[in-house]
């Protein structure tokens, strides 16, 4: 009897590792945690600063409802009042049934570097279970300088009727304004209004001004490029090309060189 502790004391081991290969495997999963109703396609987006758009980041989310019952989503609740969630207006979910939200950050308004962003979604099914869970939304905001918008100028002078096109120069820069000195095109009959100076709700300057299209064109088709004079040393010329179509263009002149400008109509940083 002198060896019967030691013969217990190796076989407690074996017998432990023989009942866990024998119980049932749903034990298995039960202090695993809750699983979140809302089966999130991804649960962070990172927006590099190519992926901006005219000083926008915008983040895709997609999930699916897997709770198995119908779900209300109560709120979807942004960590920062400068982060905007565009979703439908019906907030009820069936089982199974999938849909998105986007979050939006106006990043004129943000510090460059990387910003983090934690997004909310608090639901509630028919028991009257409320759940939350939470994505992240990371953007790399980069370092602003002097923005041109439009980057590129095209006009339709189909009618014969003048056309009027505001050009926007916003610094994003702090404590470097700066003026419009002169503004010219290769073709007198453009014109170009007094430049008007203003702020955006950030406090950057805004310079303003409108270039008028005349409606009689000499060509079915005149290439120009409207040049900006400033007083500011690192951005001291400006350009902005212009193309303008006369009621003798085709149809096909038009989209052919609309599809190639298309990629520089939008507002861009000036290099």
């Given at each position: 009897?002198?060896?019967?502790?030691?013969?217990?004391?190796?076989?407690?081991?074996?017998?432990g590792s023989c009942w866990g290969m024998f119980r049932s495997?749903?034990?298995?999963?039960?202090?695993?945690?809750?699983?979140?109703?809302?089966?999130?396609?991804?649960?962070?987006?990172?927006?590099?600063?190519?992926?901006?758009?005219?000083?926008?980041?915008?983040?895709?989310?997609?999930?699916?409802?897997?709770?198995?019952?119908?779900?209300?989503?109560?709120?979807?609740?942004?960590?920062?009042?400068?982060?905007?969630?565009?979703?439908?207006?019906?907030?009820?979910?069936?089982?199974?049934?999938?849909?998105?939200?986007?979050?939006?950050?106006?990043?004129?308004?943000?510090?460059?570097?990387?910003?983090?962003?934690?997004?909310?979604?608090?639901?509630?099914?028919?028991?009257?279970?409320?759940?939350?869970?939470?994505?992240?939304?990371?953007?790399?905001?980069?370092?602003?300088?002097?923005?041109?918008?439009?980057?590129?100028?095209?006009?339709?002078?189909?009618?014969?009727?003048?056309?009027?096109q505001t050009i926007t120069l916003t610094d994003y820069r702090?404590?470097?304004?700066?003026?419009?000195?002169?503004?010219?095109?290769?073709?007198?009959?453009?014109?170009?209004?007094?430049?008007?100076?203003?702020?955006?709700?950030?406090?950057?300057?805004?310079?303003?001004?409108?270039?008028?299209?005349?409606?009689?064109?000499?060509?079915?088709?005149?290439?120009?490029?409207?040049?900006?004079?400033?007083?500011?040393?690192?951005?001291?010329?400006?350009?902005?090309?212009?193309?303008?179509?006369?009621?003798?263009?085709?149809?096909?002149?038009?989209?052919?060189?609309?599809?190639?400008?298309?990629?520089?109509?939008?507002?861009?940083?000036?290099?």
């Open positions: 009897m002198r060896y019967l502790p030691l013969i217990i004391l190796t076989l407690t081991p074996l017998m495997p749903h034990s298995q999963f039960e202090v695993s945690g809750k699983r979140d109703p809302l089966a999130m396609n991804i649960h962070m987006v990172h927006l590099r600063e190519f992926d901006l758009k005219e000083g926008k980041a915008v983040g895709e989310f997609r999930f699916e409802n897997r709770s198995g019952l119908p779900l209300t989503i109560q709120k979807i609740k942004p960590s920062c009042g400068c982060v905007s969630i565009r979703h439908r207006k019906e907030m009820d979910y069936q089982s199974e049934e999938k849909g998105r939200f986007y979050v939006e950050v106006d990043t004129a308004g943000e510090a460059s570097g990387l910003r983090e962003y934690r997004v909310e979604i608090e639901t509630i099914n028919p028991a009257g279970q409320t759940f939350l869970q939470s994505v992240q939304f990371r953007v790399d905001v980069p370092e602003r300088k002097v923005t041109v918008v439009p980057r590129a100028l095209i006009a339709y002078q189909l009618s014969g009727q003048p056309t009027t702090q404590g470097n304004p700066f003026e419009v000195a002169h503004v010219s095109a290769t073709s007198s009959d453009i014109k170009f209004s007094e430049p008007k100076i203003s702020q955006d709700e950030h406090g950057h300057q805004v310079i303003q001004f409108e270039i008028t299209i005349p409606g009689e064109l000499p060509a079915d088709r005149i290439t120009d490029t409207v040049v900006i004079q400033t007083t500011d040393e690192e951005f001291n010329t400006i350009s902005v090309p212009l193309l303008a179509y006369g009621p003798k263009a085709s149809k096909s002149q038009i989209s052919k060189q609309t599809d190639t400008a298309a990629g520089t109509e939008q507002g861009s940083t000036i290099q």
